[in-house]
Each structure stands twice: as C-alpha cells, then as structure tokens.
C-alpha cells in the first residue's frame, strides 16, 4: 500500500501528542512493509526534503512552521498531486485539519480515499482551550474579540467540511468520537475509534534504565520520584503538580520531582518551584526526545498527569502505562480513555490539588499497592495502545476504502 500522511508537524517540528502519533503510525506502516510519504509544514532550518528510516518527508517551504493555512492546504494539495501523479498514492490519513482542502475540494478530482484522524475533543474543546489560557482582562478581550470569532468563522466550516467529506473519520479516544457526533451529527458507519499506539517493547520496565537517571540525577534507590511530562502549557496543570508536590513534600522524606519538556510555561514553573521552596527537590530537564523519554518512565515511581485541558488521548499516559508506572491522572477528555479507576491509578477532578495529594500518597506509602496498579497498567497498554493493534485497525480500515 502507498500511503500519503498530510501533517502540520512532525517531531522535527516540536514535541507533542500529534507529533508521535504521526511518527509512530509512518514506522508501523514501513516495518509492514508499506511505502509512506509524508508531506508537513516549512524545515525549521529550511529543508525541503529528507528520508527517515524509510519514509520520505517533504517540507513546504512557502508554508508557515507548524501552521494550518490557506497557503499549507493549496501547498499541500499541490505537492500530492504532483507525487501521485509520478508514484500513485493508495490511500491518504491527515492529522486532524490537515486534509481539510484536499477532502473538500481535491477529493473528487484525484478518487484517493482519505481517513481524516481528529487527535481534539471538537468546537467545544477548542473553545475551552482557548478559555483556560485566559488569565487577564487583555486575554479575555483577545478570547472574545479574535479566538471565539475565529472559532465560529473558521473552526466549525472546517470542522464540519472534514467530517462530510473524508472518507472515514477516526477519532483517538472514545471521548472524541462522542465530541463529534453529539456537536456534528457524524454518521456512525463513518466514525471509528482508533487509541494512538506506543512501542510497547521502547516503553517498558527496565531496572537499568531506571538505575542510569537515578545515578545521573544523584537520586537513591529510596527515593519516591514523581514524574511530569509533556509540552509546557498552562493547560497541561503542571503547576498543579508542583503545588501537590510541595504538600507531599511535608509527609514524605525523600521525595523528589522529575519534569521533562520544554514550553512557555517553564520560566513561570521555575518561579513557582522557587515560591514553594522546592527548588532543589524538582528536576527541569527540559526537552527530551521520544526516544530518551523511556528512560525518565523507568526512573519514576508514579507518574502525574494534572492537564487542567480536555486532551483527545494523553499519550505520556499511555507511555507511562507501558512502563510499568502507576498514574494519578485529571478526569477530563480523552485521557478518561487510559487508566481505569483504582485499577491501575487513580483519576481525580482537575485543579483539585487535595485529591491529587490524597491519592498519589495513597500509592507511594503502598508498596504492593504500586506494584499491583503498575502490572495491571503494563497490561492494559499492551492490550490497547500498542502500536500493533493501531497500525492493524489503520491497514483494515484503509484497504476496506481501496477495495
């Protein structure tokens, strides 16, 4: 199968959930032996074209970094159509409003099929995204006089042009699909649930990975690490993490933080630790590749997720599943798809700093207890999230279309 990817980034552009599900869906395709040509958004350093174990990547280079556009959809579509026409193309999965133009407007022309994978929670989840970074009255007169217009103006003709026209929609949780059908009326035949796979074998447990950061951080064996990962956002409630932190601090000797990744909320994470004087008990590692990020899992004891942002999956969660690592994780959007409740961690309500507290103390100050829910955890992302299962669901429902 020749299969085209449309993407506003890649992991060569920033970190981030959309970033390894495309990464990860393009090598489970070439390790099946398909061919996969990915087009995304301007090189930072101006690339036009490279090839990455197998798969080749072209660059817009007229295109904005990392942005979805007028200029990315006629672009994009230009550059499909010139390769189709030298290497035909069999099928085409954009990441969230990728494909928009093409599914409109280029569909009907070239007849390739196109599954448009929505990674978001729809209008609403837009809305309160864009809601949860207001923090003065100047980003609320920026919310209600430019976000909330481009929302109805933009967001919902796209929105509603995506749906109609792919041929198959696939949203990443289940809390998606339910987003889209309820704000968009999707015709159920045409809407699937796929979870964002991970490499089981890559994130799991591994005492010498975990031996390596604890030595390369000075951390001992007795020490209870938490650990936070993810693009720094306000809406990713890192700070609520920090603020958990500081109270756990005061019940446990020998508690230490680990956050990895990089963002515009870092400088404000700092301070805040500085405020909490907790400075010297948190770990800002900055950006880490997808690849290392394995090793920081292995080194934690429980892993925090407190996004204040309904996500369309929480694929650090499923990561850390992988690892073998208990997750006290916010009750909202698509990460509802991931742990089960007391089974394998805990959900508590977002911004609820005393949950947050109550429930990772009830797992570092249990032993059998951590151990139990990082086994049923394991199990449970072997069993939904690897990258097997997604690249199976991905291939049928593509060679369903092309026959």
Known sequence: MNICILTRATLTHQMGGTQVHCQVLSESAIERGHSVT??????????EYEERQGCRIYYLTNTKFAHLNKLWWRESANKLTQLHKKNQ???IWAENLAGYYYAWKVRPILK???VSIIQG???????????????SFKELFIFLGKRLPEVFF???PWFWRILRYSDVIVGVSDQTVEALRREFSVDKRKIFVVYNGID?????PDKHRREYIRKKFSLTEGDKVLLMAGVVHKQKGM???LKGFAQMRREFSGIKMIVVGDGPHLAFLKELARKLNIENDVIFCGAVSNEEMCFYYNAADLFLNPTIRGEGFGIVTAEAMASGLPSVVSCIGGTQSTIDDGISGFFVEPKDINSL?????????????????GEKAREKAIRNFSKERMIVDYLNISERLIS
């Open 112 to 114: 390739i099929p196109i």
């Open 89 to 91: 193309f069999d099928i």
């Open 154 to 156: 933009f967001y919902i």
């Open 200 to 204: 089981t074998t890559r994130f799991r």
């Open 121 to 135: 929670l729809g209008i609403m989840g837009i809305i309160r995204s864009e809601w949860d970074h207001i923090s």
């Open 357 to 373: 507290v109550k429930k990772s103390t009830e797992i570092l100050s249990n032993s059998t207890l951590s151990k139990k829910m």
């Open 38 to 47: 990915v087009i995304t958004t301007r090189h930072p350093y101006g690339l």
């Open 239 to 241: 700070h609520i993490g």
